[in-house]
């Protein structure tokens, strides 16, 4: 197998008090390409975090992170937006999808972005609307739509731009068992149908159990389990 991502030595602290507040200490994690790595924790343990800084989100306080043949960490601004645009899909809790706009200019929006024309954007974002079950509602905008299909939207929107990299916070924390079973069984074929590597941020057994690999974060850092 191939090394997509590496992240070493990741250390991050946040200002509490008259102090700050450590919330990774040397936090190191190897994903191989194809894996679909879940990683489990208490609340507040830095999962959120640890997504941030491997998704070029944020930037540690010391440490390095790899993805691909590039050291994110070291990439200017402009540079990273780039690289997140064309490597990286995210997917949240929260779908963060723009009301005004129907699913189907949701999806489209990342392509538009990286100057797509209109026809060949939308006619992508129709295709993975369609493998997430919505074909029928792309012309919905997000308050027509159930939380599942809020979330599926988003998934949509995470894939379109063909990421290698699939990084996923909670993305079944605020949808009912069932609909969490589906969409964890959504996440698991698109993982393997777009050839994806995917860390998922997740309390959800079920979603964590499908995955290749569990890492457990506490106190810091990583332990397998």
Known sequence: MNRLLEARDLCKSYP?????????????????????VAVTGASGSGKSTLLHLVGGMDRP?????RVLDSEITSLGARELAAFRNRTIGFVFQFHHLLPEFTAL???????????????????????????????????HRPGELSGGEQQRVALARALVGRPRL?????????????????????????????????????HNERLADICTRRCRLE???????
């Open 16 to 36: 509490s008090g008259a102090g700050r507040l450590e919330i990774l200490s040397g936090l190191s994690l190897t994903v191989e390409a194809g894996e679909m």
């Open 61 to 65: 306080d010391r440490g390095t992170v």
């Open 105 to 139: 200019e949701n999806v489209s929006m990342p392509l538009l972005l990286r100057g797509t024309p209109l026809g060949e954007a939308t006619g992508i974002a129709g295709e993975l609307l369609g493998e997430v079950g919505l074909g029928e509602r792309r012309r």
């Open 166 to 202: 699939l990084l996923a916070d909670e993305p079944t924390g605020n949808l009912d068992p069932h609909t969490g079973r589906t969409m964890a069984d959504l996440l698991l074929a698109l993982h393997e149908t777009h050839g994806l590597t995917s860390i998922i941020v997740t």
């Open 219 to 225: 106190n810091g850092v990583l332990t397998d389990g």
